[in-house]
């Protein structure tokens, strides 16, 4: 896993009461409306990291999009591309003498995140291509839309307004045109980093945009990757990934009461797919994604064969309730009141969010709020069920 990405993922975000602006809403929908309704656009980008240790540098590319079709074109051949021509998805890394082909996704979003190895690979900026480019509409694009306010530091001409959204705290700035014009992505990384009283650098992620081009003709033979006799297929896009502590271990044992006084052990429900997602209320990444796994709970609901659980650690029923009932979150909750299974299932870092087989196996552990959460749970969970055994 690239070091951005464990800045991202592995410490935990302590963050203020989060609300949206209204004033900063009204100058942000014309832009996402913008992006949405325009099917062919072409934009230059550069991805600059600051301050990152080895994977300091910037990278120019171009980005092209025509109706279900776009591509990401490095301006340097040995860099990462991307291309969906509307058939294939093709991913391809010279680096590494790599390449990813899948059917092309549905959407734009499943399209951009619903890769782990490939958001780590891309040191995340794929992760600001999901959240911008998604071609939702403005409403749609609000739902998950936790913080938005103005904020100061950008250029005198332009408008810039700070989010919290996909589980990321990030920035953009825009024109005041009309319809606006998208200038910058950007992302401090400081407030992701554990306190220190040293001196250190200031860690950035950003994307400059510039040389729109709308409604813009493009030959379909842009969108099709070219596929090199020295490149090799590969189902690990990059690097090879560290598995996380459990996995392939058989789950450990625990006996925890949830809201109602019901106790549950993961021991006594072999035979059934089950999540275990292990939070608190202060974690800031936790908050991002307790939707995502109340919305999977209610959908597998009547379902026999897996249960979900969320999992507080080390906090009273009173404040978990009572954090429920204003969120609006239904699912089935354990209180963990004194770590036990926090420690035993190697949750150091919350949120956590644990997949066991019918076997009683760890298949797979998340750490972390990334944007493609959403998209690998429902798809590592459908593949599960869709075995007799494992």
């Not at 990401?72 to 003498?97: C, F, M, W």
């Not at 319809?179 to 306190?195: A, E, F, G, H, S």
């Not at 070219?226 to 189902?235: G, H």
């Not at 909750?333 to 997949?355: H, R």
Request: aromatic share 10%.
């Amino acid at each position: 896993m690239s070091l951005l990405m464990l800045l991202l993922l592995q410490v935990p975000f302590q963050q203020k009461q989060m609300k949206v602006d209204e004033s900063a809403w009204a100058q942000l929908k014309p832009l996402l409306d913008q992006l949405h309704t325009q099917t062919q656009f072409a934009v230059s980008m550069k991805f600059t990291r600051e301050d990152l240790g080895p994977i300091t540098g910037s990278d120019d590319y171009q980005f092209r999009v025509s109706a279900n079709k776009f591509a990401l074109k490095p301006h340097e051949s040995d860099k990462l591309s991307v291309y969906n021509d509307g058939e294939k998805l093709t991913r391809i890394l010279p680096q590494a003498q790599q390449y990813q082909q899948i059917p092309a996704p549905a959407d734009t979003v499943e399209a951009w995140l619903g890769n782990r190895s490939f958001q780590d690979q891309s040191l995340g900026f794929v992760a600001f291509m999901g959240l911008v480019f998604n071609g939702q509409d403005s409403e749609t694009w609000r739902k998950d839309l936790l913080k938005l306010e103005l904020a100061e530091g950008g250029p005198e001409d332009q408008v810039r307004v700070n989010l919290f959204k996909g589980g990321m705290d990030f920035f953009l700035e825009f024109t005041k045109d009309s319809p606006p014009i998208l200038t910058k992505i950007d992302m401090p990384l400081r407030r992701y980093l554990k306190p220190s009283t040293k001196p250190r650098p200031e860690p950035r992620l950003y994307v400059d945009l510039k040389d729109w081009q709308w409604a813009t003709p493009t030959d379909d033979s842009f969108f099709k990757a070219t596929i090199t006799a020295d490149l090799r297929e590969t189902e690990q896009f990059g690097q090879n990934q560290k598995h996380q502590p459990l996995e392939g271990e058989l789950a450990p044992p625990f006996t925890l009461t949830d809201l109602n006084g019901q106790t549950f052990n993961p021991a006594e429900h072999k035979g059934k797919v089950i999540v275990l997602d292990f939070w608190a209320t202060w974690c800031g990444p936790c908050r991002t994604i307790m939707p995502v796994i109340s919305d999977l709970a209610k959908e597998y609901a009547e379902r026999k064969d897996i249960v979900i659980y969320s999992v507080n650690v080390r906090e009273d029923q009173a404040k978990v309730s009572t954090y429920l009932k204003q969120q609006k979150l239904e699912l089935p909750t354990l209180l963990d009141l004194e770590g036990t299974a926090q420690t035993d299932y190697k949750a150091k870092s919350i949120p956590q969010t644990v997949i066991i087989g019918k076997d009683g196996k760890v298949i797979k552990v998340h750490v972390g709020a990334s944007p493609s959460f959403k998209y690998e749970l429902k798809n590592e969970i459908e593949a599960l069920l869709a075995q007799d055994a494992l």
